[in-house]
Protein backbone atom coordinates (compact mmCIF):
# COMPACT_ATOMS: atom_id res chain seq x y z
CA UNK A 1 0.00 0.00 0.00
CA UNK A 2 3.00 1.98 0.89
CA UNK A 3 3.96 2.03 -2.88
CA UNK A 4 0.79 2.77 -4.49
CA UNK A 5 1.01 6.20 -2.17
CA UNK A 6 4.63 7.02 -3.46
CA UNK A 7 3.83 6.28 -7.10
CA UNK A 8 0.66 8.60 -6.99
CA UNK A 9 3.05 11.01 -5.01
CA UNK A 10 5.44 10.74 -7.55
CA UNK A 11 2.70 11.23 -10.29
CA UNK A 12 0.80 14.46 -8.99
CA UNK A 13 4.24 16.06 -7.36
CA UNK A 14 5.48 17.22 -11.23
CA UNK A 15 1.88 18.28 -12.23
CA UNK A 16 1.44 20.49 -9.13
CA UNK A 17 4.67 22.11 -9.49
CA UNK A 18 3.78 22.50 -13.05
CA UNK A 19 0.38 24.39 -12.20
CA UNK A 20 1.88 26.14 -9.07
CA UNK A 21 4.24 27.68 -11.68
CA UNK A 22 1.56 28.60 -14.30
CA UNK A 23 -0.73 30.25 -11.69
CA UNK A 24 2.08 32.78 -9.95
CA UNK A 25 3.46 33.78 -13.14
CA UNK A 26 0.28 34.64 -14.33
CA UNK A 27 -0.66 36.50 -11.02
CA UNK A 28 3.04 38.41 -11.17
CA UNK A 29 2.23 38.89 -14.72
CA UNK A 30 -0.82 40.79 -13.98
CA UNK A 31 0.37 42.80 -10.90
CA UNK A 32 3.31 44.34 -12.98
CA UNK A 33 1.29 44.12 -16.52
CA UNK A 34 -2.47 45.36 -16.34
CA UNK A 35 -2.64 44.95 -20.13
CA UNK A 36 -1.77 40.79 -19.65
CA UNK A 37 -4.27 41.02 -16.53
CA UNK A 38 -6.67 42.03 -19.17
CA UNK A 39 -6.07 39.01 -21.28
CA UNK A 40 -6.30 36.62 -18.82
CA UNK A 41 -9.56 37.83 -17.56
CA UNK A 42 -10.52 37.46 -21.36
CA UNK A 43 -9.45 33.87 -21.15
CA UNK A 44 -10.38 32.95 -18.05
CA UNK A 45 -13.70 34.92 -16.37
CA UNK A 46 -12.58 33.51 -12.68
CA UNK A 47 -9.50 35.26 -12.35
CA UNK A 48 -11.41 38.31 -12.01
CA UNK A 49 -11.89 37.12 -8.36
CA UNK A 50 -8.45 37.97 -7.67
CA UNK A 51 -8.08 41.72 -8.87
CA UNK A 52 -8.44 43.02 -5.29
CA UNK A 53 -5.39 40.89 -4.43
CA UNK A 54 -3.96 42.37 -7.53
CA UNK A 55 -4.69 45.42 -6.44
CA UNK A 56 -3.76 45.08 -3.08
CA UNK A 57 -0.04 44.11 -4.27
CA UNK A 58 0.26 46.97 -6.84
CA UNK A 59 -0.73 49.05 -3.80
CA UNK A 60 2.05 47.74 -1.49
CA UNK A 61 4.75 47.61 -4.25
CA UNK A 62 3.95 51.60 -5.27
CA UNK A 63 3.09 50.95 -8.64
CA UNK A 64 -1.00 51.56 -7.91
CA UNK A 65 -0.82 54.68 -10.48
CA UNK A 66 -3.06 55.74 -12.72
CA UNK A 67 -2.05 55.58 -16.17
CA UNK A 68 -2.21 59.38 -17.62
CA UNK A 69 -4.28 60.57 -20.42
CA UNK A 70 -3.08 60.44 -23.97
CA UNK A 71 -1.72 63.90 -25.58
CA UNK A 72 -4.29 64.18 -27.48
CA UNK A 73 -6.34 64.77 -24.60
CA UNK A 74 -5.82 67.92 -23.38
CA UNK A 75 -9.08 69.02 -23.64
CA UNK A 76 -10.50 67.37 -20.60
CA UNK A 77 -11.04 68.86 -17.36
CA UNK A 78 -10.92 66.85 -14.20
Known sequence: ???LFKFIGD???P?????VTIFLGAFLLSVFWPA???WI???????ERLSP????V????GIHQPEPDPWWMFWRSE
Open 15 to 19: ILTIV
Open 1 to 3: MGG
Open 58 to 61: REWL
Open 36 to 38: ADA
Open 11 to 13: VFK
Open 53 to 56: AILQ
Open 41 to 47: IGHVPAW
